[in-house]
T-cell receptor, first 112, second 118 residues
Framework: DAKTTQPNSMESNEEEPVHLPCNHSTISGTDYIHWYRQLPSQGPEYVIHGLTSNVNNRMASLAIAEDRKSSTLILHRATLRDAAVYYCILSERETSGSRLTFGEGTQLTVNP | DARVTQTPRHKVTEMGQEVTMRCQPILGHNTVFWYRQTMMQGLELLAY????????DSGMPKDRFSAEMPDATLATLKIQPSEPRDSAVYFC????????????????FGDGTRLSIL
């Protein structure tokens, strides 16, 4: 599986936007980019996924670089509930079709 | 919202005992995954099933672990005999896969079984 690189931790203030980066320089043309997050004492939760175009949903936006070697998860207004570990994952198939290989993720701290 | 249900939420037992963890996938989902999470290794995929048939169990120690789906509403993960190094949080996830090119659903995770082997 192609590897992703994320910062170990990031901090944000409540109600401010958060940009979580992910590098995936060895991504192949068929790899989808997925983001999941894990709140304390809970299982991972799907956030968003995309292939080439930017994507928006009710939780977040995903901005994908033109060369697809990096992407950014955007939380438009961080809340205290958004404090979690965020995982950027590549997989060959869309969503649940294939295994997800979780890395270490980015621990997001949201300050009141 | 439909949820993946895992039981028990917590289990403490002594080394050598059999442990059974259960998972009820979301109704209608045809793919079930078992993951294990530890501080040292993070989240690892142990096995997954499609339409109740095992697709990949290469992440699972075969000598003591077994995973089954007796029916579409129940997946089980058994450890026999259990060892202290099996202490971890075990997650089940389910998803709907219709085929390549279809709009498949994301994986939905349960809240896990926290297992402690003394």
């Amino acid at each position: 599986d192609a590897k992703t690189t994320q910062p170990n931790s990031m901090e944000s203030n409540e109600e401010e936007p958060v940009h979580l980066p992910c590098n995936h320089s060895t991504i192949s043309g068929t790899d989808y980019i997925h983001w999941y997050r894990q709140l304390p004492s809970q299982g991972p939760e799907y956030v968003i996924h995309g292939l080439t175009s930017n994507v928006n949903n009710r939780m977040a936006s995903l901005a994908i670089a033109e060369d697809r070697k990096s992407s950014t998860l955007i939380l438009h207004r961080a809340t205290l509930r958004d404090a979690a570990v965020y995982y950027c994952i590549l997989s060959e198939r869309e969503t649940s079709g294939s295994r997800l290989t979780f890395g270490e993720g980015t621990q997001l701290t949201v300050n009141p | 919202d439909a949820r993946v249900t895992q039981t028990p939420r917590h289990k403490v037992t002594e080394m050598g005992q059999e442990v059974t963890m259960r998972c009820q996938p979301i109704l209608g989902h045809n793919t079930v995954f078992w993951y294990r999470q530890t501080m040292m290794q993070g989240l690892e995929l142990l096995a997954y099933f499609r339409n109740r048939a095992p697709l990949d169990d290469s992440g699972m120690p075969k000598d003591r672990f077994s995973a089954e789906m007796p029916d579409a509403t129940l997946a089980t993960l058994k450890i026999q005999p259990s060892e202290p190094r099996d202490s971890a949080v075990y997650f089940c996830a389910s998803g709907l896969v219709l085929g390549r090119g279809f709009r498949n659903q994301p994986q939905h995770f349960g809240d896990g079984t926290r297992l402690s082997i003394l």
